[in-house]
């Protein structure tokens, strides 16, 4: 995080294979939560649930909060997959800086800093949409691809 000058006031978000992992690090998921992540995971939904006492609070930034999602790209799904455990997922760009689409991108922009770069390909771009259930209804933290409308349907069981 240093490398990219990541603000110590934010929370880091937590990549999972699926709700199974999400329940390492969050406290509960509650139904409307499984219901959204059943319906938007693998993809561009971070859900920000209450976080386990243990995780450190690097990650939560003392909100008591964790940000999971399931990534729709296959190199990151396979990346959690295959180490069998949360991976944290910090976005690759200094803070209100662009993100690199690129692997050509990031070594420009992090250099030596980074010690691995993982060739994915081209990447769409854009932030997930940052979702937070409160009383049963859906707030948008972070508009992304995910609509808050699409949410509000799924929650009604459109």
């Known amino acids: 995080m240093a490398v990219r000058g990541r603000e ?15 329940e390492t690090v969050a406290a509960e998921i509650p139904p409307p939560a499984r219901r959204l992540a059943e319906r938007f995971w693998p993809g561009p939904l971070t859900l920000v649930l209450a976080a386990r006492d243990r995780l450190p609070a690097a990650l939560t930034a003392g909100s008591g909060t964790i940000g999971v999602r399931v990534p729709g790209h296959p190199v990151a799904a396979a990346v959690v997959t295959g180490l069998g455990r949360p991976v944290t997922a ?7 800086g662009t993100p690199p689409r690129r692997v050509e991108e990031a070594r420009a922009t992090f250099g030596d800093g980074v010690a691995v770069y993982l060739d994915g390909g081209e990447l769409p771009g854009g932030a997930s949409t940052v979702a937070v259930l409160e009383e049963g209804r859906v707030r ?19």
């Open 8 to 22: 110590p006031e934010k929370p880091i978000l937590v990549l999972v294979a699926g709700l199974a992992m999400a």
């Open 90 to 96: 910090p976005s690759a760009n200094p803070p209100r």
């Open 140 to 158: 948008v933290l972070r508009t992304g691809p995910v609509s808050e409308q699409a949410l509000r349907r799924a929650l009604e069981g459109d």
